[in-house]
Structure formats: structure tokens, C-alpha cells
């Protein structure tokens, strides 16, 4: 059952039909939960469900999925927003979502339910350093290259970003994650025939 | 809450509605890193009326319009408000003047620069939101797709942008139904009556159902793709992208004029640096 997957191919995630979906469902849910389901904290930013996503469709397909899941996540949110665009923001989400996305990588037994305290850390940690680079180092450097100004502002809101990002991640991830562990273990005593 | 949604799903009738989805990505992709790339208002301000006359021309609902007109408006200038609190002399950096109007206070001065500066990006921001706007409701997620697939994006990735597309719509429906539901048990939404971690506890209760009816649709529609062959072979046409019709003739040698003038000005920018990032007329 448990067979041996090299790093590589864990961090692309196995790109079949169903990733393919999952991903754009992903996608829609945070470009939905990106308008709807957020609460205003700072200009441009807010305490959003949205980021709950990546770590659902990482913990499913890992990190390449998660990461094409924020980025095309956020562009489509903007387009249906209608804030006008913001491609730094959209490729901070997408580092963000890689490293996010890493649970497959690390949790080798994720499928078959394991999610214990080591990996809790793990996940936190990365979380943290996700979020440390995608909006501390990512984006306002891109909004520099792209907008070339207004860092203060970006600062600002890079920080409130990545205060409430890794909160809501981590306050709500955990929990979720371990829901979905559970889920897997029920499934995880049938044995696949060949 | 649906009507602050834009996707369109029927094609219109006006002439940019009839062009194939590979000239509209490309027009509006050519013509968003324009207005990124450029801080003149020598080019922005063509731009900003272009985008009016797009937006006019394909002749949408001028109510839904207004209002999202009038919030973004709002937004934008509420940015302004902010930049000018945290550094009220930002034209100095950026445009290279101050010329004081009127002082408020000593560290609260109005500059004629700084002012030119927000006109400018006001502007700029603008164009991009019209331009977005006409884009989204001119065009079809499948005419996206073919779009960015002629532009060689791997149709794998074009497929996942029509599907979530397909999705948006359905899932807004989703989350409705669930925080109405939830809101007739009783659940307090309201912004003035509950605080911030109470809200955040509620978002998840429908968050919850939420993920779940999405990523149960994941393994159905999964199937129905596999089913009718998706992905067994190395390229695809698309359905919705038809044959060029005489308005994607003309825009042809537009987008080519538009992507050299792009080019061009990328190019100036890095060859000869300009001293001060805004043009400025009264500034040599």
C-alpha cells in the first residue's frame, strides 16, 4: 500500500483529471471566500476564510496544486471583485500556498491518517515561514517592480496580512486538518486489490 | 450579493463581443502591462478614455456599472487618503517638485506634486478596473480558455481557469444558501453586534458544509471529464473559439502596435532611467 514516492513528485502532486479539478474548484472557493467570507481588518486586506483553501487542496494534492490554487485563486478574485489587479498579491498567495501545501511532503502517512504532534509543528512552522516570505518578502518586492511605490502602505498591509493569514491557518487549519486525517483512517483499513 | 458578480456566460452582440476570445486575452492582457509598465500620463490618459468607450460600447447594465464604478471610486480615492496620511509630501520622491498649495499643519502640507501624483494614479488605477470590467463581461469562460490557450498556456491550466469560472457562480449560490440557513437557526452575522473572533468562529460553521459540497463535486465532474477523454492527448481546439471575423483582422496589427509600444517603453525605462518615476509637465 504504502509506496515509496520521491520528494519530486510529491511536491508536483500527480497531475491527473482530478487535480486538474480540484484545483479549479479550489480556486473558485477562494476567489468566493476572497469576496464573501472575510472580515475587513486594513485597506486591501482582510481576516479571510479564503486561505483555509490552500490548505485543504495542498493537504488533498500538495504544494504545486495549492500554489496554482492561491494564485489563479486571487486573480480570479480580483477580476470578479473588481478591485483592479494585483499580480504581486496574486503570486504572494502563490508562494504562500506552496509552502503551505507542503503537508504531503512531510506527512508521508497523511492518505492513511497520520497527523501527529511532529507534524503539527512541522505545519506551523512552515505556515509561518510561508507567510514570512510570500508577503514580508514576495510581494513588496514585486509591488516595487511593479508599482514602484507606495511601500509604506505595502508594509502595512503586508503585516496585517501575514498576522491574520497565519492566525486564521493555524486557528482554523489545525483543527481541519486533523478532521480530514481522521477521515482518511476511517478509510484507511480496506486494502486496494489490483 | 449575485449582482456584485460579473461572469457572463451567453456571448453579447457588439462588436467586441463578437471577436474570438484569443484577441479579447490578448488585447487585455497587452494593454494591462501597458498600464502597469507606464507612470506618463501621456499614455495613461489615451488609455483611460479607451477603456470608457470599451466599457460603453458593449452597451452593459448602467446600474450595476454605477455602483461598482462608485465603489471603486470610493476605494481608490480612500488609498489616496491613506498615502497621504502616512507621508503627505509623497510627490517629492516620485515626481521631484514640492510646491506647497496650503499647509494644514507643518507635516500636513498639499503640493501641487503630490496632488499630480494622485490625479495620475487615480487615473491609472481607473483604466485598469474599466478595462477588467469590459474584459469580464465580454467574455465567455470558454472563450477564456481558448484565449489563453492561443497564447500557449498548457490547455491542462486553461481547463482549470473555465472550470473555476463555471464554478464561481454556483459556489456563491452554495454560500448563500448556508449563511441564510444558518442565520434563520439564529446566527447573529451582523458586523455592529458581534465581535471579531465570535465572526470568525461563525465563518467556519459555514465554512464547513461549504468545503465539503465543493470538493464533493470534485470526484463527479473528475469522472464526467475522464469520461469523455479529457487529457489523453497532447493538444485540444476549443468549441467556443471560431473563425477570425472582420473585428479581430483589425485588431490584429492593433495588438502588435500596442505589444511593441509596451516593449518599447519597458525598454526605455531600463536603457535611460528616469530621474523621477511620474511625468510631470511643469518639472524639467
Known amino acids: 500500500m504504502s509506496e515509496k514516492k520521491s520528494v519530486g513528485s510529491l511536491i508536483l502532486g500527480k497531475w491527473n483529471t482530478k487535480t486538474i479539478v480540484g484545483i479549479a474548484i479550489g480556486a473558485a472557493l477562494f476567489a468566493v471566500l476572497m469576496n464573501f467570507g472575510g472580515i475587513k481588518i486594513f485597506t486591501n486586506t482582510s481576516l479571510t476564510t479564503a486561505m483555509i483553501v490552500d490548505v485543504i487542496v495542498g493537504a488533498l494534492f500538495g504544494p504545486v496544486p495549492a500554489a496554482l490554487t492561491a494564485f489563479l485563486g486571487n486573480f480570479l478574485a480580483d477580476l470578479i471583485g473588481g478591485w483592479g489587479f494585483w499580480f504581486d498579491w496574486s503570486v504572494g498567495n502563490g508562494v504562500l500556498g ?31 515561514i510561508g507567510n514570512a516570505l510570500a508577503f514580508g518578502v514576495v510581494t513588496p518586492l514585486l509591488t516595487y517592480l511593479f508599482y514602484s511605490q507606495e511601500l509604506t502602505i505595502t508594509w502595512g498591509q503586508a503585516t496585517a496580512a501575514l498576522i491574520g493569514n497565519a492566525s486564521v491557518q493555524i486557528v482554523i487549519g489545525i483543527p481541519l486538518l486533523l478532521f480530514i486525517a481522521n477521515r482518511n483512517k476511517k478509510s484507511s483499513n480496506l486494502t486496494k486489490e489490483d | ?26 488585447v487585455f492582457f497587452v494593454l494591462i502591462f501597458l498600464l502597469i509598465a507606464t507612470w506618463d500620463i501621456r499614455f495613461i490618459a489615451p488609455l483611460f478614455i479607451l477603456s470608457i468607450i470599451g466599457l460603453v460600447s458593449i452597451r452593459p447594465n448602467a446600474k450595476k456599472m454605477t455602483v461598482a464604478l462608485i465603489v471603486i471610486l470610493l476605494l481608490n480615492l480612500f488609498n489616496l487618503l491613506l498615502m497621504f496620511l502616512v507621508e503627505p509630501d509623497y510627490g517629492l520622491g516620485v515626481v521631484g517638485g514640492s510646491t506647497v498649495i496650503f499647509k494644514i499643519t507643518d507635516f500636513y502640507i498639499v503640493t501641487k506634486e503630490t496632488m499630480w501624483y494622485f490625479l495620475v494614479r487615480l487615473m491609472k488605477f481607473m483604466a485598469t478596473f474599466i478595462f477588467s470590467l469590459t474584459f469580464i463581461q465580454c467574455i465567455t469562460p470558454s472563450e477564456m480558455a481558448a484565449g489563453l490557450y492561443s497564447v500557449k498556456i498548457p490547455y491542462k491550466v486553461c481547463t482549470i481557469v473555465s472550470l473555476a469560472f463555471r464554478y464561481i457562480p454556483d459556489i456563491t449560490r452554495d454560500f448563500n444558501n448556508i449563511r441564510i440557513s444558518l442565520q434563520a437557526r439564529g446566527l447573529e452575522l451582523d458586523s455592529k453586534r458581534t465581535g471579531i473572533m465570535t465572526r470568525l468562529k461563525q465563518y467556519i460553521l459555514i465554512l464547513a458544509p461549504l468545503v465539503i459540497t465543493s470538493f464533493d463535486r470534485v470526484g463527479m465532474v473528475a469522472n464526467a471529464m475522464d469520461l469523455r477523454g479529457f487529457g489523453k492527448l497532447k493538444k485540444r481546439t476549443y468549441y ?3 473563425e477570425d471575423t472582420k473585428g479581430d483582422k483589425i485588431m490584429a496589427p492593433i495588438i502588435l502596435i500596442l505589444l511593441a509600444l509596451f516593449l518599447g517603453i519597458v525598454a526605455c525605462l531600463i536603457i535611460w532611467p528616469p530621474a523621477f518615476e511620474v511625468w510631470c509637465p511643469w518639472i524639467k
Open chain 1, 98 to 128: 506552496f509552502f503551505v501545501g507542503l503537508i504531503p511532503v512531510y506527512a508521508k502517512q497523511f492518505d492513511e491518517g497520520v497527523f501527529g504532534v511532529k507534524e503539527i509543528i512541522i505545519y506551523v512552522v512552515t505556515v509561518i
Open chain 2, 1 to 26: 450579493m449575485e449582482n456584485r458578480l460579473f461572469i457572463n456566460l451567453k456571448p453579447g452582440t457588439t462588436f467586441l463581443d463578437r471577436l474570438t476570445g484569443k484577441t479579447k486575452v490578448r
Open chain 2, 240 to 242: 467556443a473559439e471560431h
